[in-house]
């Protein structure tokens, strides 16, 4: 779960790191408002749940109240990368000296936590990384000891850092690694970390992502779920237990297993269709699930036929036929749907489906023919 | 042979009162398999379908010399189950449980770099050796006994790929699914590594999937150690960036995880790699000469 900027920098400021003091406006007014507080020079800056904001417009630096205000009434509802920006943060502004860059991330490859820090901070690490290499500390903790004050005084020395800065950085160091574990983080990253004139080392950027698989420990932060930012289809999906992302094509698609939707994607984009979602209904041929799977891809208008491809392992062709039907009846949906059965019981199942077939009910027997059938229905319209 | 589990499996399953352990140790029980023992706390001296349940995977390795272990523990207490079988001194830990903090899983791998033991999963559908053993929660009726090794990032998928083979005529040596998490306790060089080095095992499918960089990590191995042929398979070419397809480890993150960067890394690496499913038993078929 990826946290806007003002709730990331709370979490920070928690453990002991520090920031800008700011403010969060939800209307021009407001923005005034935490502008005239702060007095001088503020910046506005949109939240959104991606990057790429400073290129898009979506950060203003600016000297008087009346300046913020029309800063932000530019931003706020402004589209970013498919973002709507609803808040702005309004902060203080600061002296800077230089910009610095760290994170911590999880390596998959190590399995353990990865440290990255650079001297040049506020540009894209990734460009960094192959502009300039050597710019970079990288540095992996061991998940079982933390990070230790050695490897701490290794990256600072490694980053040529001396005085206030090297004592600054350390101590940001230390509690930004306590913040990654106890906040079950995926990635803590503060870009750019700054130094400032009076020698203040401060957080003037915060990304941070809480691992989906903990928030069961983490209540606290499961609530800062933005459910409006979320998709309406994508949203319903994931309080029934559903595995769907919305993509842009025509094509529905449900099936069991990760895995095998991913394929299935993959296979009706190569059979010249494009896939309107990933739906993933597990494993089970519960009728009930079948019936909210199917309503949230067709109440996507965009979709013109669906595609079911359900792999029987453990759960039998037969029951997911029976399960499907239910479901067809259920939902009333008139859409063509093209259902692919095999595995456990496959035959016993397309028996059952050619029995009693609604008519806009095809079935075909491999995934290639039942990809190809559903790209083909999709262009002659569907519904 | 196989890789992993075979007959000299002695199975202890974790979690085996729960509505899915008890499930799928009736079916591992059905394939043969020789499960010795349950551990579920405080349920110690019951018994399941003739199975005796411990409280604590010390008590069953000392009653029954259990020497693997399946966990079906819910994802709060999953990391503590995997500790008590690798200090109960198992040598296969096979974790099916979805949902593990990532945090839990990076010490529970640290940890293990200390024990002689292998990890699969989580996240996983097990491993499975067609008429040996069956320490998985795989459909065993689509598997056949033969010489073609798999493994997988994904359940679904695997069964769909295995199913092509078998309706081919040809078998597997031992299937396993390694998980869709972002870390797993063995990732696809050690499991090839085991099937290179298995006489029996003549072809190897690779099943991967968008995120990480696990399949070009694998596809260097194969090119550097490998004589045994491997056929791959990459889902996710459809995947948009940032959005986490069903597995919490199957997210496009970053140039390296897009599949196109691993077709191109297998493709470079001269491995075989299928378009589709359906392809991959063409080219084992291929493969096997």
Partial sequence: MDLYEYQGKELLRKHGVETLEGIVAETAEEARQAAERFGGTVAVKAQVLTGGRGKAGGIKVVHSPEEAESAAQQILGMDIRGHTVRRVLIEAGAD???????????????????????????????????????????????????????????????????????????????????????????????????????GRVLALDAKVTVDNSSLY??????????????????????????????????????????????????????????????????GGADAEKISTALDIVTSNEQVKSVLFNIFGGITRGDEVARGLLSAIDRTGIDLPIVVRLDGTNAEEGRQILAENTPENVVTEETMLEAARRAVELARDGGR | MA?????????????????????????????????????????????????????????????????????????????????????????????????????????????????????????????????????????????????????????????????????????????????????????????????????????????????????????????????TPVVAYIAGFTAPEGKTMGHAGAIVSGGESTAEAKSEALRRAGIRAATNPSEVADLVAEALG
């Fill in chain 1, 96 to 198: 800077i000296e230089t910009e610095m860059y760290l994170s911590v991330t999880v390596d998959r490859a190590a399995k353990k936590p990865l440290i990255l820090f650079s001297t040049e901070g506020g540009v894209d690490i990734e460009e960094v990384a192959e502009t300039n290499p050597e710019a970079i500390v990288r540095l992996h903790a061991d998940p079982l000891l933390g990070l230790l004050p050695y490897q701490v005084r290794e990256i600072i020395f490694s980053a040529g850092l001396e005085g206030d800065a090297a004592k600054g950085v350390g101590k940001v160091l230390n509690n930004l690694y306590k913040a990654f574990e106890e906040l079950d983080a995926s990635l803590v990253e503060i870009n750019p970390l700054v130094v400032t004139g009076d």
């Fill in chain 1, 217 to 282: 420990r983490h209540p606290d932060i499961a609530e800062l779920h933005d459910v409006e930012a979320a998709d309406p289809q994508e949203q319903r999906a994931q309080e029934a237990d559903l595995q769907y992302v919305k993509l842009d094509g025509d094509v529905g698609i449900l099936g069991n297993g990760a895995g095998l939707v991913m394929s299935t994607l993959d296979v009706v984009a190569q059979a010249g269709g494009e896939p309107a979602n990933f739906c993933d209904v597990g």
């Fill in chain 2, 3 to 227: 890789i992993l589990v075979d007959e000299g499996t002695r199975l202890l399953v974790q979690g085996i009162t729960g509505r899915e352990g008890a499930f799928h140790t009736g079916r591992m029980l059905e394939s043969g398999t020789n499960v010795v023992a349950g551990v579920t706390p405080g349920k110690g001296g019951q018994d399941y379908e003739g199975v005796p349940v411990f409280n604590t995977v010390e008590q069953a390795v000392g009653e029954t010399r259990a020497n693997a272990s399946v966990i079906f523990v819910p994802p709060p207490f999953a990391a503590d189950a995997i500790f008590e079988s690798l200090d109960g001194g198992m040598s296969t830990v096979c974790c099916i449980t979805e949902g593990i903090p990532v945090h839990d899983m990076m010490r529970v791998t640290d940890y293990l770099q200390t024990k002689d033991a292998t990890l699969i999963g989580p996240n996983c559908p097990g491993v499975l050796s067609p008429e040996k053993a069956n320490v998985s929660i795989m459909p065993r009726d689509i598997f056949t006994p033969g010489n073609v090794g798999v493994v997988s990032r994904s359940g679904t998928l695997t069964y769909q790929i295995v199913n092509e083979l078998t309706q081919r005529g040809i078998g597997q040596s031992t299937a396993v699914g390694i998980g869709g998490d972002p870390i797993i306790g063995t990732n696809f060089i050690e499991i090839l590594a085991k099937f290179e080095a298995d006489p029996e095992t003549d072809c190897v499918v690779m099943i991967g999937e968008i995120g990480g960089n696990a399949e070009q990590l694998a596809a260097e191995y194969v090119q550097r150690e490998m004589s």
